[in-house]
């Protein structure tokens, strides 16, 4: 009878272990699948996903950079990118209460300059649009692990010198663009320089110690559009890598989704 009753309750346990360990295997099958999710979803990335991925968001990036930009405005009321004078032009702006008109000629001078970064921003999407494409495989691995602007480095380290070439005849014909009053930018600009090397070369501005200023006014502005241009593409390279919202494609989705 004993025997029996033992034989019995050892049935019972080895049925109760079996069905504990039914459970213990679901659970850790259930935890494992939300852990192996985001693996199983980058690995499920293919190269040429993350490439056409990559470039994809640098063209959204560059469109909205342009679009932003080129607008009236663009660059002449946001503090992050405005285009000031050259620094070599510092001594006319304290000095400048020293020339008749002066101060408008300056207020001027700086609004033309913007006004012609912002006619210059609209046509430079396709310009980066013909860089982007060139990238390569390997280029986007190491983008898609990279820093938040990773991408905008990589833009700017292989075609910043050709965007001047490319964009610099844009902008000085945009800054001898006539505008209002009949009066383009880069007259407006001769004229202020001008003024002030004739003072800095009389008696007085000799004495004074002050210097002429020989800026290339389309240099300058080139590099100062780019620069703000590079700033807002890759402000919008952080947002697609940052915010779920801006991806607006499956693709993006995917790619980036892959690295939160």
Known sequence: MIKKSFVFLLT????????????AQHALSSSGS???????QEASLTQSDINSGLKEALIAGAKNAAVILGKTDGYYKDELVKILLPSEADVIVDNISKIPGG?????????GINRAAE?????????FINSIKSMTIVDALDILKGKDN?????????????????????????????????????STWDNLTGE???VAGS?????????????NLEDYLTQKALDGLFLKIADQE????????????NLLKKVFGSQD
């Open 12 to 23: 019972i346990a080895l049925v109760g272990c079996a069905e504990l360990t039914q459970v």
């Open 34 to 40: 939300s852990s192996s999710s985001a693996a199983t």
């Open 103 to 111: 101060s408008q000629l300056v207020e001027n001078a700086l609004q």
């Open 119 to 127: 006619d210059a921003a609209k046509d430079a999407a396709p310009v």
């Open 150 to 186: 990773a991408a905008t480095q990589y833009l700017r380290k292989t075609t910043y010198d050709q965007l001047f070439e490319l964009y610099q005849p844009k902008i000085k014909a945009s800054v001898e663009k006539k505008l209002v009053g009949n009066v383009s930018t880069k």
């Open 196 to 198: 002030w090397n004739n």
């Open 203 to 215: 008696m007085v501005g000799q004495v004074a110690g002050f210097n002429a200023v020989e800026t």
């Open 238 to 249: 952080k947002l697609i890598r940052k915010d779920p919202a801006a991806r607006a494609t």
